[in-house]
Each structure stands twice: as structure tokens, then as C-alpha cells.
């Protein structure tokens, strides 16, 4: 099923009402996919909504649906949100974290200014990432964009976000004992008793984090063991944020 965008700042619309694509959808609606007069068409508005309408208008630039319900996505609504908070890296490798980090639910994304962050991002930059989750929420079928924050440094990060619960990475040698990062999705979720604090994965830039850094991690987060291998930035967000929202759907349960 293919999900289309509403345009930019467009209120949720009523059953009944009548909607424009913008023209890049709309070309993709009726060109790629041939759609004609009468067709289901779907769509999100990014806030968390889902609307299904029917095609009625097929004339470029603009598509014309016909709205025909419109839902809250209580998924995208519930508690706690996952918020992941990375270190930049290179270009498309940060990219790819982005990308992964909206099919594994993160609602909220921090750039962070690490210590050890091998670039600061040209301007520009945070419309071209802000573009890519638009994409990539629709193609993983969410209906909420994440909120992608100003990038920050990890002091200003952690005393922002102090009521939050924050978690990090934390390797150790493979014949090393299990200390106490070796917690579990349950060991966690017992020990959360509000939903409304966010769940704050924290990964460190390709460099790693730096001594200080590491201080106040240790300090304000809680180390999770992801194994006893030196894991790349993307592949400790994908791993981090997969367990996140393994605590956030036990959660839910409780």
C-alpha cells in the first residue's frame, strides 16, 4: 500500500471535503502509478493522522481526493515516544540512521555535537535530512514525520532531557563478565512508572565518546549491553532503537 503526504501545514481535513496532492504526489499518483477516477488513495499527514479519500480529479498538476475518513493513529500517539539522540557522521551513513530510525519508531531525533563528531553539518543540511524522513515515514507506512531538533551537544542534550529516561551502548570484551549493563526489556519496563518520560537512545559519533562524555553518561544514563562487539554508529542505532521499542510495547502491556 503506497501512503501519500498532504501537503505541508494543510489542517486534518473532514469526511467529504476535497484535498489537493501536492505536484511531485501528484505526478507519482497518476503517472507512475496510473491511478484513475474512482481509485482508494491514502494518506497521512505527518501529525499522527491517517485519511483515505478517493481519487476525483486527475487533471496535473494538482490531484484531487475526495476525503472519506480520517482516523487518529493511536500507535503513533501512545507512550512513552522513543527518542533517539546520535552523534553526526558522514553523509550518507547518518542518512541511513536516519532513515532506519523512523521504521523503528523514533519519534523525536537530536543531532548531537559529540566530542569526537567528525563534521558539523553545512547549512542546508537539516532540510535535506527533514526531506528524507518525510520519505521514509511513508514508506514504512507511519503517519507521524519524526520531530528532527537543531543539532546540540551532549551537555546541553542530557540537561534538556533530564526527566527522560536515557540509555546508551555499552561493549565489553567478549570474555569479560556480565556486569549490570546486562539488562533486559523487562528489567527496564518494571522500573518505569510514568510513560509520559520519554525512552532516549543515546549513540556517540564514529570517534566514540570522549572521556567527559562517557562521565556524564555514566552518571545521567543507563548502559545497556548490544553484545560484545564494537558496533558502527548506524548499526548501535538500529540496535539501541530496537530495543527501545521493545520496552515501550512491554509497556504498554503492563
Known sequence: ???????????LPEVGSVIPLD??????LLRVLRAVAGDDVF????????????????????????????????????????????????????????????ELGASIISPLLADNSEITPRQGKQQRWLTLLQTATKQSGRSLIPTLSEPVDLVSFVEDNSKANLFYGLARARFEPAGNENI????????????????????GPEGGWSDQELALLADKAVAVRLGPHRLRTETAVAAGLSFLQSVAEKLNEL
Not at 480529479?57 to 533517539?84: C, N, Q, S, Y
Not at 533486559?184 to 549513540?203: C, F, G, R
Request: hydrophobic share 35%; proline share 4%.
Open 43 to 102: 494518506l497521512v499527514d505527518g501529525r499522527g493522522n491517517r485519511i483515505t479519500g478517493t481519487l476525483t480529479g486527475t487533471d496535473l498538476p494538482e490531484a484531487l481526493i475526495t476525503v472519506t475518513a480520517v482516523e487518529k493513529d493511536e500507535l503513533e500517539h501512545r507512550l512513552p515516544k522513543i527518542h533517539l539522540a546520535c552523534g553526526i557522521i558522514k553523509n550518507k551513513r547518518f542518512e541511513w540512521a536516519l532513515e532506519k530510525s523512523v
Open 1 to 11: 500500500m503506497h501512503y501519500y503526504l498532504l501537503p505541508e501545514n494543510t489542517p
Open 184 to 203: 533486559s526489556v523487562s528489567d527496564i519496563a518494571n522500573k518505569i512508572t510514568d510513560n509520559n518520560q520519554d525512552l532516549v537512545w543515546l549513540v
Open 23 to 28: 505536484k511531485q504526489e501528484s505526478k507519482h
